[in-house]
């Protein structure tokens, strides 16, 4: 069974930090993983989508990483923002179960 | 251009009540989800519908029922409220079923059962 694990649950960081968000899978036959963004009372917004051939993604300040035989990804925000303050949760799609499962989050808070 | 609409935003619900949460797509999607999302634990998909017409049952099905009324709308049912079923709900669409269509959500329905 898929387990998705996301450390740590909560980040603070002065604004202009750049930061790391870690992302670890138990099983690696997966056909992508994907990073998504929740504000407070919010549904969940899609930032990146690794497909499982690629080793990474760019959207702006954000990068996110793969690595399949590790059962690992990161994203990572550069110059980080006090509106970059939110929960950031991946999500990986396994080919086996043909269905995707989420990670529990990370709170992410960038103060002034 | 709404996205993904859910109705309503807020219920609380004496156990043993009934209730359906809403959802519309105006994006002309195949592909419905509900998940609930509870804190300490992942989303979980509850029920989806792949195209119209069709249902099947997700992670955690008990306690639910589903109707996909058309194209753009897809109701999730409970017919006797638990506490346990106190939760956030997302329903979610995507253009087609499968990893390659991502993932549209609504902004939840929060749900108190007492």
């Known amino acids: 069974k898929q387990e998705v694990t996301q450390i740590p649950a909560a980040l603070s960081v002065p604004e202009g930090e750049n930061l790391v968000l870690n992302c670890s899978f138990t099983d690696s036959a997966i056909y992508n993983l994907q990073w998504f963004r929740q504000d407070p009372g919010k549904g969940l917004t899609s930032l990146l989508l690794i497909q499982s051939s690629q080793r990474e993604q760019t959207s702006g300040r954000l990068n996110a990483s793969l690595d399949k035989s590790s059962g690992r990804s990161t994203l990572y925000i550069a110059a980080s923002q006090p509106g970059d303050s939110a929960t950031y949760l991946c999500a990986v799609f396994t080919g086996t179960a043909s269905k995707l499962t989420f990670g529990t989050g990370t709170r992410l808070q960038v103060t002034l | 251009n709404a996205g993904v609409t859910q109705t309503p935003k807020f219920q609380v619900l004496k156990t043993g009540q009934s209730m359906t949460l809403q959802c519309a797509q105006d994006m002309n999607h195949n592909s419905m989800y509900w998940y609930r999302q509870d804190p300490g634990m992942g989303l979980r998909l509850i029920y989806y519908s792949a195209s119209e017409g069709t249902t099947d049952k997700g992670e955690v099905p008990n306690g639910y029922n589903v109707s996909r009324l058309n194209k753009r709308e897809f109701s999730l049912r409970l017919e006797s409220a638990a506490p346990s079923q106190t939760s956030v709900y997302f329903c979610?669409?995507?253009?087609?079923?499968?990893?390659?269509?991502?993932?549209?959500f609504g902004n939840g329905t929060r749900l108190t059962v007492t």
């Open positions: 979610a669409s995507s253009e087609y079923p499968g990893p390659n269509s991502p993932l549209h």
